[in-house]
């Protein structure tokens, strides 16, 4: 992350019932967990739907149908004491393996440093029993819009 510059993000609200499909992490200077959907930046000459596309294929091994821009919203956050200022194109999209809405956890590859991730159906009633809080917090008014379900 770099704090003088801003950064193109795209992010895939999968939805299923009233859940979505997030990954969870921690801001271990504030002690502040937080879930987040999948993506990940745009980069240089890349339109944001292809990169939503791509990470999905490198983050959870999957193809996706029926991708639609839902919003774009501007980010400015703190995390990790570093400052953060996005700008997100929020998707939503149904994957075409219709099993992965059946798993309560998916397993999830970051490319980039060889790790793995658990990926989680989860509502927002759970995140908040869980004391996890969704970002970009503008993403809560969006799931209060009508949704197809699978």
């Known amino acids: 992350m770099n704090p003088k510059r801003i950064r193109g993000v795209a992010l895939c609200l999968f939805r299923h019932g009233d859940r979505i499909l997030v ?50 919203i501007e980010n400015l956050f703190t995390c990790e004491g570093e400052e953060g200022h996005e700008i997100v194109f929020i998707y939503d999209a149904e994957f075409i393996d219709k099993s992965l809405y059946s798993r309560d956890i998916l397993h999830g590859y970051e490319h980039g440093n060889d790790s793995h991730f658990p990926v989680q ?30």
């Open 23 to 72: 990954d969870e992490a921690e801001d271990t200077v504030r002690r502040d967990r937080y879930c987040r959907p999948i993506g990940g930046g745009i980069e240089y000459g890349e339109r944001s739907e292809a990169a939503i596309v791509r990470e999905v294929r490198e983050e959870l091994r999957a193809e996706i149908e029926h991708l639609e821009l839902a919003a774009v």
């Open 121 to 150: 159906w989860r509502s927002l009633a759970e995140m908040e029993a869980a004391g996890l809080r969704l970002v970009p917090e503008q993403l809560k008014e969006l799931l209060q819009r009508p949704i197809l379900d699978p």
